[in-house]
């Protein structure tokens, strides 16, 4: 069993002191922009958006932070794009 699914006391007291169920949205678009961690960063983020990131990001986003990231695949592109090019 994973330790973000647990309801243990050690579990408990890992969150308490910082330990986060999911990576910060920010480091998790960081990672997708590396070619050999892409896929599994995007995967990471789109299993667990309902539950690890929506609420937090719809409350708090702004594109700034991650507008010079490239983590979005364009059809025909070798290369990622950014949400500053993909956006206008």
Do not use: W
Not at 23 to 40: C, G, I, N, Q
Not at 60 to 73: G, L, R, S, V
């Amino acid at each position: 069993m994973s330790l973000c699914c647990t309801h243990s006391s050690t579990a408990k007291l890992l969150f308490q002191i910082g330990l986060r169920k999911y990576p910060d949205l920010f480091d998790l678009l960081k990672m997708a922009s590396e070619p050999e961690r892409h896929e599994d960063a995007l995967n990471l983020l789109l299993k667990h958006f309902e539950d690890g990131y929506r609420d937090s990001y719809l409350e708090n986003y702004t594109k700034a932070p991650y507008a010079d990231i490239p983590f979005i695949p364009v059809e025909g592109e070798l290369e990622l794009s950014t949400v500053s090019k993909v956006s206008g």
